[in-house]
């Protein structure tokens, strides 16, 4: 008993002393790590005109204070991006050394032409204590990771939305839909209440398109390709799906919807003249800051069609070249962008965070409580994060080019030059000519 | 107001061509010359690294299988066996030459229109040169973004001036039938002045005998426009048409910031349809293929025309 008793005592003394001692070798873990340790390095960093990196942009002094690293940084509109770092590439060329990337789109193609550099080997040893790897979304490290190679960080998480405008659904008395059909009917009754207003929108520009259409098709029970691996759009749930998707643009979308993509959408909704928007939840701060919208608008997730609900769920990556000449420093420009402290920051921006310590800290969750709708819309990425998916497009390198032939197809009908079913099977005759061109 | 003979009227007799100085025959500075020719050799060189290498270079890559992200495959004539099959060649050959007809009509007809007035005007002559030179210098994207906002079918300022005169709205860049005439007009609104300072030019040149002799002869207004200033104006206006048609065939900025070959692939030029393949889809051979294809459309053109030219030397 005294034995035990003293035994007790020992423990209650020498617990405490241990956690202390234990965090205080953390500390001195953490200021041993050497930021300066590439001072005098130079990198470049291309990147798009995106949220991320709108809120990004006012650190990168501070990196470049904290390393002695000079970051070069070029920025374009997404394609424009995208076409000036695949010649970079394609030449071999350590013109750049970091680049941001969405893997649902290129990442099979650049993994196989072999022009990320794999992180893994990068981050033994050059890491700052606390990065926690493990902190991320699996299903967005799942998606940074190709042939066990891990090739780049997650910096968000995003997915279509529908933002709806509840002053104009309560003056309309239109509740907020919970199918396909009755989001069809809440358009109409908007349209017949409010027709100075433009009931819905959402992505008419080909390229763009896919994004905002895959949720659809989803919804729809449909999928790109079949169990044998063949195109599907001529299978009659997509059909339904092009159909549905070209005639609510038609019949209740802004004239010119054709050339819509996320700029166009974000203005229109943001200037309060859509009733509901279906876009990017990465759109949300921009929408936001518009006057107003904080105050009148809802979200929610595209409502189950005759497949359930299946939200599409994406997020771009920061990913280094696999050309760069300066590795260990562009590691340390990715980890220094991507740590809890950066993204926490970031997050009190609407940049819906990728780690689930930001998303459960206080200080998120008291931002998030500013405002109910910022409550809703951090619960929708969750949900989409549990149930999306993340196939924009069909599951092959050459998404660019399938990604064209399904706007395309939609935007015929979109613009009466074709039937759903006639559109769709051409475009899976285009799929398979592609796949085949090989 | 103005005299319609009044404003077909020209001034300044210059030199013909022939009894120019610089053609006359100097024997005893022949050899001179001869010696300094590799002076002749840095631009040679320039010329044929700058030019001869991309074109070689793309020639030789339509004859592969091409995709970035992949090695090249040889496929030989390969390339040219599915651009003749290719549906969408064909539509953006298509559209190509409907752009340049009627943009090149609606720029000759308002250059010559602009050049006849400022024929004519005196004292602000200099200032309306510079103004006129204005939308030219303006880089394509700047002139693509604005008038994106000038044709949103929404909040565009066509359509404001449109309901003035109670006409409905019109969709303008985003509709199929409206797209190529919206986007000729706009590249008028850009190039037409350039047309109107080359006629200008020639209409200064004009012998103002000729419009003597056919003022005593009793021509006026309409007669004197078709019969003498234009037969006369002929090479100036070929100078012109090959300066543009050049342009308007590999026409490519206004269309990608406005419509990027849309709506459908309603503006789809052969242009737009060869980046597209080459820097969105990644296939190179093909993208170099096409490019081939609206090179050699660009050289018949233009050989075309300087022929025509020739014969209409006076």
């Not at chain 1, 009754?189 to 433009?198: I, S």
Request: glycine content about 8%.
């Amino acid at each position: 008993m005294r034995a035990r008793s003293v035994l007790a005592t020992l423990a209650a003394a020498l617990i405490p002393c241990a956690l202390a001692l234990s965090s205080a070798a953390g500390t001195a873990r953490a200021q041993s790590f050497d930021w300066q340790k590439y001072k005098g390095k130079t990198i470049s960093f291309l990147n798009e005109n995106n949220p991320w990196w709108n809120e990004l942009r006012p650190f990168v002094p501070q990196f470049e204070k904290l390393t002695g690293i000079r970051v070069q940084v070029v920025t374009f509109q997404e394609q424009q991006m995208r076409q000036r770092l695949v010649t970079i590439l394609q030449s071999k060329s350590a013109e750049v050394d970091t680049f941001m990337s969405l893997t649902s789109l290129e990442g099979a193609l650049y993994a196989h032409a072999g022009w990320y550099a794999a992180l893994g080997p990068l981050m033994k040893g050059n890491s700052a204590p606390g990065y926690d790897l493990a902190d991320f979304s699996s299903a967005l490290i799942k998606g940074e990771t190709y042939g066990g190679k891990l090739i780049g960080i997650p910096l968000n998480i995003e997915g279509p939305i529908i933002y709806y405008r509840t002053d104009v659904f309560r003056k309309c008395g239109v509740a907020p839909p919970k199918t396909l059909a009755s989001l069809t009917a809440a358009a109409a009754k908007t349209k017949a209440c409010e027709p100075h207003m433009v009931p819905w929108v959402t992505r008419g520009l080909a390229p763009a398109l896919p994004y905002t259409f895959s949720n659809v098709l989803h919804n729809f029970g449909a999928d790109y390709f079949n169990a044998a691996g063949k195109p599907n759009l001529c299978a009659p749930a997509a059909v339904s799906a092009i159909a549905w998707y070209a005639d609510m643009l038609k019949k209740y979308g802004p004239p010119g919807a054709v050339n819509y993509s996320f700029v166009q959408i974000a203005d229109l909704y943001g200037q309060g003249r859509a009733a509901m928007a279906f876009e990017s939840s990465n759109e949300f701060t921009p929408i936001m800051d518009a006057p107003g919208r904080s105050a009148d608008t809802g979200l929610m997730l595209l409502p189950p069609g005759p497949g359930g609900s299946k939200p599409t769920v994406i997020g771009w990556g920061l990913s280094m070249s696999a050309f760069s000449r300066e590795k260990p420093a562009t590691w340390y420009f990715i980890q220094w962008a991507t740590t809890k402290a950066m993204e926490s920051k970031l997050a009190l921006r609407g940049i819906a965070p990728p780690r689930a310590s930001v998303a459960s800290s206080p200080a998120y969750k008291a931002w998030l409580d500013q405002l109910p709708v910022r409550q809703r819309w951090q619960q929708l990425i969750a949900e989409m994060a549990a149930s999306g998916t993340s196939e924009v497009g069909p599951p092959i390198d050459r998404q660019p080019q399938a990604r064209q032939i399904i706007g395309d197809a939609i935007d015929h009908v979109l613009l009466g030059q074709a039937t759903a079913k006639a559109a769709a099977c051409r475009a899976d005759k285009s799929i398979e000519a592609m796949l085949a061109d090989r | 107001m103005t005299e319609p003979a009044a404003l077909f009227a020209h001034s300044r007799v210059r030199p013909g061509r022939r009894d120019h100085p610089a053609r006359r025959h100097r024997p005893g500075r022949q050899h001179a010359h001869r010696g300094f020719r590799w002076m002749l050799a840095p631009a040679t060189l320039f010329v044929l690294v700058m030019i001869g290498f991309p074109v070689l270079d793309t020639l030789w890559l339509s004859h592969f299988s091409f995709h970035f992200g992949s090695a090249a495959h040889p496929i030989g004539l390969g390339n040219y066996a599915t651009l003749l099959h290719d549906r969408q060649f064909w539509n953006s050959l298509e559209i190509t030459f409907l752009l340049y007809v009627l943009a090149l009509a609606l720029q000759l007809v308002s250059g010559l229109y602009l050049a006849l007035l400022l024929n004519r005007a005196r004292r602000l002559r200099r200032l309306l040169r510079t103004l006129l030179v204005s939308p030219f210098v303006m880089p394509g994207v700047v002139v693509g973004m604005m008038f994106l906002v000038i044709f949103d079918p929404t909040i565009g300022l066509a359509n404001w001036l449109l309901s003035l005169f109670g006409i409905p709205p019109a969709l303008w860049l985003a509709s199929p039938t409206w797209v190529i005439p919206t986007v000729a007009l706009i590249d008028t609104w850009q190039w037409a002045p350039f047309v109107a300072l080359i006629l200008l030019a020639g209409l200064q040149s004009l012998p103002s005998d000729v419009y003597e002799a056919a003022a005593i002869d009793g021509a006026s207004g309409f007669s004197l426009l078709r019969r003498i200033t234009l037969p006369l104006l002929a090479p100036s206006l070929l100078v012109a048409a090959i300066l543009r048609s050049v342009d308007l065939l590999r026409f490519f900025d206004v269309i990608y910031v406005t419509t990027e070959g849309g709506p459908g692939n309603a503006s789809d030029t052969l242009n737009i349809y060869a980046f597209r393949q080459g820097f969105v889809f990644l296939n190179i051979g093909y993208a170099s293929a096409l490019m081939v294809a609206l090179t050699a459309v660009v050289i018949v053109v233009v050989i075309a025309l300087t022929r025509l030219r020739r014969i209409t030397a006076w």
